[in-house]
């Protein structure tokens, strides 16, 4: 991961304006908790990017994939980083923790998806911003609403309403995970 972002120095993104981005991360092979933590260590050190807020961890039942349940957050992220070299950092870092991709939905040791950038939508082979299925999806909706009420402003998405979010979670067996992140 180092090496794709080290000709891009923190000194000179100073200057570049940052652009709020948020970031669905999960998985459900192997200690998910710790290469979650792991993950949010390295997303602060891209540069020109700052971890603004995290949500709890949540245990949600595999949606259009298999295996074991898995364990879900949302982070917010200060970046000067544009949202394809973004993505190309999520996509390395999931690389550095083994994720394969052997068939769509897969089960994976690390998923890092750039829900979110900026207000910004894009339709490109490599990026759909913003997520195409954020909003179906109880692992990310009920963890971006956490992490949502901890903002003070700025630039966000918008969300469904709480009712439809509660139905949402209901049907898909998401639990909040006690302690800390």
């Given at each position: 991961l180092t090496t794709v972002l080290s000709a891009t120095s923190n000194s000179a993104l100073a200057a570049v304006p940052q652009h709020r981005a948020f970031i669905g991360?999960?998985?459900?092979?192997?200690?998910?908790?710790?290469?979650?933590?792991?993950?949010?260590?390295?997303?602060?050190?891209?540069?020109?990017t700052q971890l603004e807020a995290v949500s709890s961890l949540y245990?949600?039942?595999?949606?259009?994939?298999?295996?074991?349940?898995?364990?879900?957050?949302?982070?917010?992220?200060?970046?000067?980083l544009g949202p394809h070299e973004l993505l190309r950092a999520l996509l390395a870092l999931e690389l550095?923790?083994?994720?394969?991709?052997?068939?769509?939905?897969?089960?994976r040791t690390l998923d890092l998806d750039l829900l979110?950038?900026?207000g910004h939508a894009c339709s490109t082979p490599a990026l759909t911003?913003?997520?195409?299925r954020m909003m179906q999806r109880a692992f990310v909706l009920v963890p971006l609403a956490e992490v949502l009420g901890a903002l003070a402003?700025?630039?966000?998405p918008m969300l469904p309403a709480a009712e439809s979010v509660s139905v949402l979670a209901a049907e898909q067996g998401i639990e909040k995970k006690s302690?800390?992140?």
């Open positions: 991360m999960g998985g459900n092979l192997g200690d998910v908790a710790t290469r979650l933590r792991e993950a949010l260590r390295a997303l602060s050190d891209l540069p020109g245990s949600t039942k595999p949606v259009d994939s298999s295996g074991p349940d898995y364990l879900n957050a949302v982070a917010v992220l200060a970046s000067a550095t923790h083994d994720r394969e991709r052997p068939y769509q939905n897969a089960p979110w950038y900026g911003l913003p997520h195409p402003g700025g630039e966000q302690g800390k992140f």
